[in-house]
């Protein structure tokens, strides 16, 4: 693959910054993730040898690790249980948007 041009990484932010916030409106309605999740695979061969590859990866194991620990949740609410996995899966989901968020906006890569 060719090294990405300056344009080529700049659009590449963007659209890492635009999937961020769709998993940020996925907190409100679910569909936004999903919208995010094929996005993310779709670009993620652009991304191969920049340091957005490492962005993308933190979106998507936020994305599955996320839906794995909501279902485990939702399985489990009516035990109780279920509570605390959901606001700990809430604020996990939340941290992983706002870490990733804020090192893409300071040109930082993510730890893989």
């Not at 989901?93 to 804020?102: C, E």
């Amino acid at each position: 693959m060719d090294t990405p041009t300056d344009d080529k990484l700049a659009s590449l932010k963007t659209l890492s910054t635009v999937i961020y916030a769709l998993y940020a409106l996925s907190l409100f309605s679910g569909v936004t993730a999903i919208v995010a999740i094929v996005l993310n695979y779709i670009k993620l061969d652009d991304t191969r040898g920049t340091w957005l590859e490492s962005h993308f990866r933190w979106q998507i194991r936020t994305f599955w690790w996320g839906l794995v620990w909501f279902i485990l949740g939702g399985l489990t609410w009516i035990i109780l249980i279920g509570w605390v996995v959901l606001g700990v899966a809430c604020i996990w989901f939340i941290y992983r948007i706002a870490k990733g968020w804020l090192n893409l906006n300071d040109g930082k890569p993510m730890p893989l």
